[in-house]
């Protein structure tokens, strides 16, 4: 396992952090600290993906956007607030829109679709991805000390643990498969 996180948590991170990427990155942070990843090498893949991601879906906006707000009027009613929002508070939306987790590529797709120009945008997302990686990162990398003590307490009672969580997940199989043969021989009959 140690191994394949060695040589695939990287490309993890990337991809991760490519579409959202907080638990790729809080990953990363924890695996560097128990000293399967270098916690610098996991920031920088996650500044490089988060990069690419915003890139990617303002790109997405900037060029297919038109063509969705052309084809649907509520939206196109809604693009002169988009642009006067984003003129008064765009730098602040680039810098924040990291930390909003779940909505970050609708929100990138949006900005393509306003006037904002790229060196603005450029400038901002490199800042925050920056920012993001690092702090993020650090985060996970500090949680990995309490997942090493506990992991390490683990070791300690890994003969007794392994059989009884084996046994439990045992017993929960064999119960779940009485009830619902019972439930189908209620229903069907025998």
């Keep these: 396992m140690e191994a394949y996180i060695a040589k695939y948590g990287y490309i993890g991170v990337f991809i991760g952090t490519f579409l959202e990427g907080e638990t790729t990155v809080l990953l990363g942070g924890i695996f560097s600290r128990l000293g399967y990843m270098n916690i610098f090498m996991v920031m920088f893949y996650a500044f490089a993906g988060t990069l690419a991601g915003d890139c990617t879906f303002f790109s997405i906006g900037r060029i297919f956007g038109k063509n969705i707000i052309d084809r649907f009027e509520f939206i196109r009613n809604k693009v002169p607030l988009a642009n006067k929002v984003i003129k008064h508070y765009g730098n602040f939306i680039i810098f924040i829109i990291r930390f909003l987790v779940g909505i970050r590529a609708v929100v990138l797709i949006l900005l393509g679709c306003t006037n904002m ?8 997302s490199v800042l925050n991805s920056v920012c993001w990686s690092i702090l993020v990162g ?4 500090l949680f990995g000390k309490v997942v090493f003590v506990f992991v390490d307490d683990i ?7 392994v059989p009884v969580v084996l046994g439990l997940v ?4 064999l119960v779940y498969r009485y009830f619902v043969n019972k439930k189908e021989r209620e229903t069907y009959g025998d």
Aim: proline fraction near 0%.
């Design 117 to 124: 120009r790229l060196g603005r945008f450029l400038l901002f």
């Design 138 to 141: 650090l985060v996970g990398y």
């Design 155 to 161: 070791k300690k009672y890994e003969t007794i643990i």
């Design 170 to 173: 045992i017993i929960f199989i």
